[in-house]
């Protein structure tokens, strides 16, 4: 098959060891970000399995409608930036693992790198002491503060365990089943949302961005927490309601943010106000962006693929289009 890959940035597919099983295929990978549906058109004309590195280009029906070659797109996790129904129509079959039974501790540990940098200041410490200046503040010591979890799936779970581990008090927030397994795993529940964002010193966020998460934290929630706490997103941007968190950090509550996920991404604004602000750390969506994570999820990708050719589509998620093979 003729295989394109797109925003590979730094060249690192061709690396893994995953890499062999596309062996055989005529594999094209391009390092630049393009969104530019002309130019992607041209550059995808005779692709007939794409692979996608998670959210990082949108594939709509303006572009799926001028690659008639196109019978399969490959990728992991959940798929916003995919027309799930063009695909169905124009006979495209999406395969998507959601590797629900396999967390992800990258993401994790990037969120609890996030909440000990954020906490002690460390990039603003470090910015200090490279400029001649010697200590600039007062940091926050994580235990015995309360450590709030919204949303107890594979990611929150093992972050709570962090939490656990430096002395903190988790507290978790989500869904009736979820609330059920954290109390099943030893860990406390909020009575309600409202008592959840007034408790909480650190409050992360580990939802998938669905219709009924966009926008599930709002300007409200974020006015009730404390003027000490910190608020730390590496899941998606618009779990937030758009403009919330600029407004609320501007108003001192919460006092800090940690982020690794924006509105608009790749961010190459330098000017966003998020990355005006002393009382926020950022970094550029590497939450899952390690060497490891990369291995584990381009194998689930190729093996995607394979399976494709193979003539056997594993988790499709429009089987409709499969009366159409």
Same mark, same amino acid.
Not at 142 to 152: E, N, Q
Not at 204 to 219: C, E, N, Q
């Given at each position: 098959m003729k295989i394109s890959i797109l925003d590979d940035y730094f060249d690192t597919l061709r690396t893994l060891h995953c890499f062999a099983k596309l062996k055989g295929h005529d594999v094209t990978i391009h390092n630049d970000h393009v969104q530019d549906v002309d130019a992607l058109a041209e550059r995808l004309?005779?692709?007939?399995?794409?692979?996608?590195?998670?959210?990082r280009t949108q594939i709509r029906a303006p572009l799926l409608e001028r690659l008639p070659k196109l019978k399969l797109i490959s990728q992991r996790s959940v798929y916003p930036h995919i027309d799930i129904d063009a695909?169905?129509?124009?006979?495209?079959?999406?395969?998507?693992?959601?590797?629900?039974?396999?967390?992800?501790?990258?993401?994790?540990?990037?969120?609890?790198g996030l909440v000990l940098a954020a906490m002690r200041q460390i990039p603003q410490q470090m910015a200090a002491l490279k400029a001649g200046a010697w200590q600039i503040g007062v940091g926050h010591t994580?235990?015995?503060?309360?450590?709030?979890? @919204?949303? @107890?799936?594979?990611i929150g779970a093992v972050v709570a365990g962090y939490g656990k581990?430096?002395?903190?008090?988790?507290?978790?927030?989500?869904?009736?089943?979820?609330?059920?397994?954290?109390?099943a795993d030893g860990f406390a529940t909020a009575a309600g949302k409202q008592e959840f964002f007034e408790t909480c010193d650190v409050l992360?966020?580990?939802?998938?961005?669905?219709?009924?998460?966009?926008?599930?934290?709002?300007?409200d929630d974020l006015a009730r927490m404390k003027p000490t706490a910190l608020l730390v997103n590496t899941s998606r941007a618009p779990l937030i309601a758009p403009g919330a968190l600029v407004g609320a950090l501007r108003n001192g509550r919460p006092g800090m943010a940690?982020?690794?996920?924006?509105?608009k991404e790749p961010l190459r604004d330098v000017n966003d106000p998020l990355l005006a602000m002393d009382n926020?750390?950022?970094?550029?969506?590497?939450? @899952?962006?390690?060497?490891d994570e990369y291995e584990l999820q381009?194998?689930?990708?190729?093996?995607?693929?394979?399976? @494709?050719?193979?003539?056997?589509?594993?988790?499709?998620?429009?089987?409709?289009?499969?009366?159409?093979?």
């Open positions: 004309k005779d692709t007939e399995a794409l692979v996608l590195i998670r959210e695909c169905t129509r124009l006979g495209i079959v999406v395969s998507s693992s959601q590797h629900a039974d396999t967390p992800s501790f990258a993401a994790a540990e990037l969120t609890w994580l235990r015995g503060k309360t450590l709030g979890i @919204y949303g @107890y799936g594979r581990a430096f002395g903190m008090n988790v507290l978790v927030w989500a869904r009736d089943p979820a609330l059920a397994k954290a109390r992360s966020l580990h939802m998938r961005l669905v219709d009924a998460t966009r926008g599930i934290v709002t300007a940690a982020v690794d996920v924006f509105e926020v750390v950022a970094t550029p969506h590497i939450g @899952y962006v390690t060497r381009f194998t689930d990708i190729f093996d995607q693929i394979l399976d @494709y050719a193979a003539g056997k589509p594993g988790n499709v998620v429009n089987p409709e289009v499969l009366k159409h093979l």
